[in-house]
């Protein structure tokens, strides 16, 4: 499991090819949140990055949505609110073999 921001694909190629290496198959989970909220819960961050940098990562990940699944990606989960995203769990299974 990697925890990144990678909302430009040449930023997904090597984790794509970290999984294939493994012979794993990727999956995406995007937290594909409204810009306002993430620009309130970066103000509340203790490392607090540029607002023009949240604005061009939600721009890029917006770009990105539909490519993910031509770039490797085996399953991809867009979450869309914050009510959405505290629903779900992620289990993670020891491969075969």
């Known amino acids: ?6 909302v430009q694909p040449p930023a997904r ?14 999956v995406a989970i995007v937290f594909d949140l409204p ?7 970066n103000a509340q961050r203790e490392r607090v990055v540029p607002r023009w ?4 990562q939600a721009q890029d990940l917006r770009g990105s949505l539909g490519l993910l699944g031509d770039e490797g990606f085996g399953k991809v989960y867009v979450l869309h609110d914050p009510a959405e995203i505290g629903r779900v769990v992620v289990c993670l299974v020891p491969a075969e073999g």
């Open 13 to 26: 190629g090597p984790l794509i090819e970290l999984a294939a290496r493994h012979q794993r198959v990727p």
């Open 53 to 56: 940098a949240v604005h061009r």
């Open 1 to 6: 499991m990697i925890d990144a921001t990678n």
């Open 35 to 41: 810009e306002r909220l993430c620009q309130q819960w």
